[in-house]
């Protein structure tokens, strides 16, 4: 299966998630820009005898907001979805929303209210592997337990595997080390043997550069950026100088390892300065967005700039696939976004982790994450019927809407890319998959 057509900005973000929020148990409380609103009446919590209470921690605003719409959307679709069908352990589930803003700050003081003063039992969140990592020291010290739909950074394996997490964190979108690995593989076989990467200076663009040099040169490629890595700051507004750098080795092609903002900017930095006519451009899944050729910009001949431009971006081929897209559509009317399934799945394990458990806190969530995510059980796809075997005392394995979301001891997963282009007109396209 494949997602299309992905989220629009948060200006359109108050409208989509209006209604859903309606539709929950309870009341919709107003709330401050980026503060949390509150699904639900009964405050849940961690106690066992309260109902279950989650948060998310997703980007509204900030650098990634031109993919955190469809995640924000899809947490309270799954959330609904839940309540109709019974809740968790005999009650409604209640949710809290907070924008991360994209930024690690702003992360930490929004889950540190997630935690201590609504105190949540799970968090879906956040996409930004930079403000998930500032979370995750949150989330532990309240033994919060925090899924991710989309931060990719090697470098969560690496201290899962040291048991810094004590098992309160995994996450339902695969690691860079199986995307940048795609990228690469990508750009190999379209002929580039010369490539130069420029890289967004954040846990995100470092971690993808150090991964895609390996793999890269291990296909027999050479990147000319090796030596002397291109890094820009996140908080840029200009990047005159570093689109130049990007450029100046006259590569086959530049993999430019940026988020849709900042990496628009870049694209059109490049273009206005002369260097970028005639080389490709790979991307990233940080880089896509519906509206990312209208923001680069177009030619004096009315064509768009970003156009051709190939890049890699988690894929959806889950059996729970076709069953989420009917629920997204019947209530957004739009096709489903980037991430949203990957969101879907992070919230559906932390339901039915906590009804496995009996018990609405995240120990209880950690306990039996990765049973109910794993085999030996019955494969349901269904969350409901999924929740009414649990009931019964039975084993499950969940199969996702984004994949199997079967998570190995570090709370990884493995998955699919779908191979996307820029067409003429501007538009997305899907050309292929890459596994």
């Given at each position: 299966?494949?997602?299309?057509?992905?989220?629009?900005?948060?200006?359109?973000?108050?409208?989509?998630?209006?209604?859903?929020?309606?539709n929950?148990?309870?009341?919709?409380?107003?709330?401050?820009?980026?503060?949390?609103?509150a699904?639900?009446?009964?405050?849940?919590?961690?106690?066992?005898?309260e109902?279950?209470?989650?948060?998310?921690?997703?980007?509204?605003t900030g650098?990634?907001s031109?993919?955190?719409?469809?995640?924000?959307?899809?947490?309270?679709?799954?959330?609904?979805?839940?309540?109709?069908?019974?809740?968790?352990?005999?009650?409604?589930v209640?949710?809290?929303?907070?924008?991360?803003?994209?930024?690690?700050?702003?992360?930490?003081?929004?889950?540190?209210?997630?935690?201590?003063?609504?105190?949540?039992?799970?968090?879906?969140?956040?996409?930004?592997?930079?403000?998930?990592?500032?979370a995750?020291?949150?989330?532990?010290?309240?033994k919060?337990?925090?899924?991710?739909?989309?931060?990719?950074?090697?470098?969560?394996?690496?201290?899962a595997?040291?048991?810094?997490f004590?098992?309160?964190?995994?996450?339902?979108?695969?690691?860079?080390?199986?995307?940048?690995?795609?990228?690469?593989?990508?750009?190999?076989?379209?002929?580039?043997?010369?490539v130069?990467?420029?890289?967004?200076?954040?846990?995100?663009?470092?971690?993808?550069?150090?991964?895609?040099?390996?793999?890269?040169?291990?296909?027999?490629?050479?990147?000319?950026?090796?030596?002397?890595?291109?890094?820009?700051?996140?908080?840029?507004?200009?990047?005159?100088t570093?689109?130049?750098?990007?450029?100046?080795?006259?590569?086959?092609?530049?993999?430019?390892?940026?988020?849709?903002?900042?990496?628009?900017?870049?694209?059109k930095?490049?273009?206005?300065?002369g260097?970028?006519?005639?080389?490709?451009?790979?991307?990233?899944?940080?880089?896509?967005?519906?509206?990312?050729?209208?923001?680069?910009?177009?030619?004096?001949?009315?064509?768009?700039?970003?156009?051709?431009?190939?890049?890699?971006?988690?894929?959806?081929?889950?059996?729970?696939?076709?069953?989420?897209?009917?629920?997204?559509?019947a209530?957004?009317?739009?096709?489903?976004?980037?991430?949203a399934?990957?969101?879907?799945?992070?919230?559906?394990?932390?339901?039915?982790?906590?009804?496995?458990?009996?018990?609405?806190?995240?120990?209880?969530?950690?306990?039996?994450?990765?049973?109910?995510?794993?085999?030996?059980?019955?494969?349901?796809?269904?969350?409901?019927?999924?929740?009414?075997?649990?009931?019964?005392?039975?084993d499950?394995?969940?199969?996702?809407?984004?994949?199997?979301?079967?998570?190995?001891?570090?709370?990884?997963?493995?998955?699919?890319?779908?191979?996307?282009?820029?067409k003429?007109?501007?538009?997305?396209?899907?050309?292929?998959?890459?596994?």
């Open positions: 299966m494949q997602f299309r057509n992905f989220g629009k900005r948060s200006i359109a973000l108050s409208l989509v998630l209006l209604p859903i929020a309606l929950l148990s309870g009341c919709q409380e107003a709330a401050e820009p980026g503060k949390p609103t699904q639900g009446g009964a405050p849940a919590g961690g106690a066992g005898d109902g279950l209470k989650l948060g998310s921690l997703l980007p509204a650098d990634l031109l993919l955190g719409g469809p995640m924000i959307a899809s947490v309270p679709l799954l959330v609904k979805t839940v309540n109709a069908c019974g809740g968790v352990n005999g009650k409604p209640t949710l809290k929303a907070i924008d991360d803003q994209t930024d690690a700050a702003a992360g930490t003081e929004g889950m540190t209210k997630l935690a201590t003063v609504d105190k949540v039992a799970g968090v879906v969140g956040s996409f930004s592997s930079g403000v998930s990592s500032a995750m020291t949150v989330a532990l010290r309240n919060v337990m925090l899924i991710s739909p989309g931060s990719t950074n090697p470098k969560f394996t690496e201290r595997g040291k048991g810094e004590q098992g309160y964190w995994a996450r339902t979108a695969p690691s860079d080390v199986f995307q940048a690995p795609a990228l690469a593989k990508l750009a190999f076989d379209k002929g580039f043997k010369r130069s990467v420029i890289a967004i200076n954040n846990d995100y663009g470092v971690g993808f550069e150090k991964e895609f040099v390996k793999a890269f040169k291990a296909l027999g490629g050479t990147v000319t950026t090796e030596n002397n890595p291109i890094r820009y700051d996140a908080k840029a507004t200009t990047l005159k570093e689109a130049a750098a990007a450029f100046a080795s006259k590569p086959d092609a530049v993999a430019a390892i940026a988020y849709g903002e900042t990496g628009s900017l870049l694209l930095s490049a273009y206005e300065q260097v970028s006519e005639g080389i490709p451009i790979l991307l990233p899944d940080g880089m896509y967005a519906d509206d990312l050729a209208k923001k680069v910009g177009q030619t004096k001949d009315g064509k768009f700039i970003a156009a051709g431009a190939l890049g890699t971006i988690p894929g959806s081929n889950g059996k729970a696939f076709g069953d989420f897209s009917k629920i997204w559509q209530d957004l009317k739009r096709p489903v976004g980037a991430y399934a990957h969101s879907w799945d992070a919230t559906a394990l932390l339901v039915l982790s906590a009804q496995a458990a009996k018990s609405n806190t995240g120990e209880g969530i950690k306990s039996k994450i990765l049973e109910v995510a794993n085999a030996p059980g019955e494969e349901v796809s269904d969350v409901c019927q999924a929740l009414a075997l649990l009931k019964q005392g039975k499950i394995n969940y199969q996702g809407a984004s994949g199997n979301v079967d998570l190995d001891a570090n709370g990884d997963i493995q998955g699919v890319y779908d191979v996307w282009t820029i003429d007109d501007g538009t997305i396209g899907v050309t292929g998959q890459v596994k």
